[in-house]
């Protein structure tokens, strides 16, 4: 069963997500106790809103299992029950199990970007 992180399941969500974004479990769960993390990803464009699906995870052991299904689907019905018409993700270009994932569960490739960052 899928369901939002808690002050319940916040140990389990930050060590999972640490290894994903390579961040720090006390500062993400400290982040989220203060509400900046997770974030709702939203952004307008041609007048839509869009949510953003900032990461798919799930360990090793439980992969092809219907699990990164489940997040998708529940990523969708959260998006719905906001009023959002369009769910939007995104992957490396060279991770090709990401991108057959993103094709499997109905995700249409819309563009390929390079990402830059230049330091102030």
Known sequence: MIKPVDSHSLSDWSALASTVWQTERLQLEKDFQ???????FLFWQNGRAVAYLEGINVLSDYQRSGIAKELIDF??????????????????????????????????????????????
Do not use: M
């Open 34 to 40: 203060i509400g900046s993390f997770p974030y709702e």
């Open 75 to 120: 990523a969708r019905q959260w998006a719905r029950n906001q009023g959002i018409r369009q769910l939007a993700s995104n992957c490396e270009l060279d991770n090709l199990t990401s991108q057959a994932f993103h094709s499997a569960v109905g995700f249409k490739e819309v563009s390929r970007t390079v990402n830059y960052v230049l330091d102030c």
